[in-house]
């Protein structure tokens, strides 16, 4: 029997995000492999349940995508050099990812997506939250958007955890590797358009956009903080809540994450691939 026949497609919200039921992510057809992108264009993430992969199948379905990359920055599993880890013990009290952000924006080339798989869960909590940043770019004013759609921002990861980072962010970040090499800056269109849908999307976040190209830290900080509160709102979000063989793919070019730190004391692991593809235009 066909993969496809089985295949279901659940949307998490109205704005972003779908389940995909009744396929095993090591035997999809041609067809099948097909409309799972065509959702993950659309959707922006896509979800994956009960599945049973190893770190080579886990890469083998990520290459299906596009040719795979990796951080420098994130401890990588055994034996593998695209495959990262990404872990918060017991007595750690900050997580990677806490806050919103879109994965290696101060690349010169951000990377397309990234999936993760879950290995090890806490007891509760854990989940990840995802914003669509074109529908949020949809809802301003036609004003506000002809103006943004002239300008470029700045994104860095020297103040998060690289040469510029505080003590305490350094030290939160343990398990992180090459550190004293986190000094990227990388200049972006805030709006771009997407290659694969069409839609124009906003493209600035919390943790790695530190100002407007051409204006001080000052000066931008106010639309920047008003864009912030902006995006944020729920009705671009959703949340997925993580189990025991669930697989994510997300589109860094129209989404931004957030991985919820509510489950101190328990230990959470993820592996992570990161997938290269066209950039926003």
Request: glycine letters at 10%; a neutral charge; proline letters at 4%.
């Given at each position: 029997m066909p993969v496809l026949t089985s295949l279901h497609i659940k949307p998490l919200t109205t704005a972003i995000g779908s389940e995909i039921l009744g396929v095993d992510v090591n035997q999809l057809d041609a067809e099948t492999f097909e409309v799972i992108r065509e959702t993950y264009n659309d959707r922006g993430v896509i979800f994956f349940r009960d599945q049973h992969v190893d770190s080579d199948q886990f890469i083998a379905f990520a290459r299906?995508?596009?040719?795979?990359?990796?951080s420098k920055f994130n401890p990588k599993v055994d034996g593998y050099t695209e495959l990262a880890e990404v872990r918060k013990e017991?007595?750690?009290?900050?997580?990677?990812?806490?806050?919103?952000?879109?994965?290696?924006?101060?690349?010169?080339?951000?990377?397309?997506?990234?999936m993760l798989v879950a290995r090890e869960l806490p007891d509760l909590g854990g989940d990840t939250m995802w914003l669509n940043m074109a529908l949020a770019f949809?809802?301003?004013?036609?004003?506000?958007?002809?103006?943004?759609?002239?300008?470029?921002?700045?994104?860095?990861?020297?103040h998060v955890f690289g040469v510029k980072a505080a003590p305490d962010e350094i030290a939160a970040r343990r398990g992180m590797v090459n550190l004293d090499e986190a000094s990227n800056e990388a200049t972006h269109p805030v709006?771009?358009?997407?290659?694969?849908?069409?839609?124009?999307?906003?493209?600035?976040?919390?943790?790695?956009?530190?100002h407007f190209d051409g204006w001080t830290v000052a000066e931008s900080e106010p639309?920047?903080?008003?864009?912030?509160?902006?995006?944020?709102r729920p009705e671009f979000a959703c949340r997925f809540h993580w189990e025991e063989g669930s697989i994510a793919f997300w589109d860094n070019r129209?989404?931004?994450?957030?991985?919820?730190?509510?489950?101190?004391?328990?230990?959470?692991?993820?592996?992570?691939?990161?997938?290269?593809g066209p950039p926003l235009q």
């Open positions: 299906r995508f596009g040719p795979l990359t990796s017991e007595t750690d009290t900050k997580n990677i990812g806490g806050g919103w952000h879109t994965d290696q924006a101060f690349r010169d080339v951000p990377v397309m997506g990234t949809d809802a301003l004013s036609e004003g506000l958007k002809q103006t943004l759609r002239g300008m470029r921002a700045v994104h860095s990861n020297a709006v771009g358009r997407h290659p694969e849908n069409g839609r124009e999307v906003l493209y600035v976040n919390p943790t790695y956009t530190t639309l920047l903080r008003f864009l912030y509160m902006h995006i944020t129209q989404c931004l994450h957030y991985a919820l730190n509510d489950y101190h004391g328990e230990k959470r692991l993820m592996h992570r691939l990161m997938v290269e």
